[in-house]
């Protein structure tokens, strides 16, 4: 996409962190933003930072692991714009802890938001786009817990892999038909989010029932201080839109990130046993 100015942008995930910049980013380029989260309150207030640039910002409070939630995201984003042409399915949570510690509903909540969530959004807003004609994207976040496996972090590294390959496969899929829908991965290290508070908005029927972990609390310690560390959102968001207009697939904001890709590889191809990745490598050092 070259053009910008005038067009509707869908953000999930929109209240607070990459979302939220997302979101600020098309509104500085001159799309009408539509902002989606679970949070009410928070979500107004960045719908109101946003819509105060000039643009149309429109509030959907939306929960994307329940599909007609999504379908009705985008029933209200065609009704107040006509049409839409980014769409970045960017909602997600975490959570920490040896793998076989996990309850049904820690695995349950994790993926119903961040591959379910992404699930959706493809499902339904890709019709929509191909129907409308033109130039569209659709941007899916994962995470360098995609393109590797550290510890403590099972279910968010098997749902970051999955994003990566549901949208490598719908890049493939809309190539194949020579789409002009264009797919982008958002794959970050470390930035400095809140998405270690994402229990905050854990759903009560899906509430955390595992025992607690000798090592969760200096875990949690080390991860806000790499967080804190981080990219801000800003620059996030920057990485994003210039992938948009190059029509660049992978999107990775730390650059060093890709030497333990390229390892990884590596041990696959030679039949390895897989490195213990390096926090290190995903730290901003800017």
Not at 8 to 19: D, L
Not at 49 to 75: F, M, N, P, Q, W
Not at 95 to 113: C, E, Q, R
Not at 281 to 286: A, H
Request: include cysteine.
């Amino acid at each position: 996409m070259q053009t910008f100015a005038g067009k509707a942008a869908v953000v999930t995930g929109a209240a607070s962190g990459i979302g939220l910049a997302l979101a600020r980013r098309f509104a500085a380029a001159g799309m009408n933003v539509v902002l989606a989260d679970v949070e009410p309150t928070a979500l107004a207030e960045a719908a109101r930072i946003v819509g105060a640039t000039g643009v149309e910002a429109l509030a959907v409070r939306t929960d994307v692991s329940k599909a007609a939630e999504v379908e009705a995201l985008a029933a209200e984003t065609i009704a107040a714009f006509g049409a839409v042409h980014v769409v970045c399915n960017n909602a997600g949570v975490a959570i920490a802890g040896p793998a076989w510690t996990h309850t049904p509903s820690d695995w349950a909540w994790v993926l119903g938001v961040n591959l379910w969530g992404v699930i959706h959004g493809v499902r339904v807003f890709t019709p929509l786009l191909l129907a409308q004609g033109g130039e569209a994207h659709i941007v899916n976040t994962a995470s360098m817990a995609g393109m590797t496996c550290a510890p403590g972090m099972s279910i968010y590294n098997v749902s970051k892999h999955a994003v990566v390959a549901l949208s490598e496969t719908l890049h493939h899929d809309l190539a194949t038909i020579g789409s002009a829908v264009k797919v982008s991965v958002l794959c970050p290290g470390f930035v400095n989010t809140r998405i270690l508070e994402s229990a905050r908005n854990r759903p009560a029927q899906l509430a955390d029932t595992a025992p607690a972990q000798p090592e969760s609390v200096e875990r949690q310690a080390l991860a806000q201080r790499l967080l804190a560390s981080g990219l801000e959102p800003a620059q996030v968001a920057a990485c994003v839109f210039d992938a948009i207009r190059e029509e660049r697939f992978y999107v990775f904001t730390h650059p060093e990130a890709r030497l333990r890709i390229r390892e990884r590889m590596e041990d696959m191809a030679a039949e390895r046993n897989p490195k213990l990745p390096t926090v290190a490598l995903f730290k901003s050092e800017t």
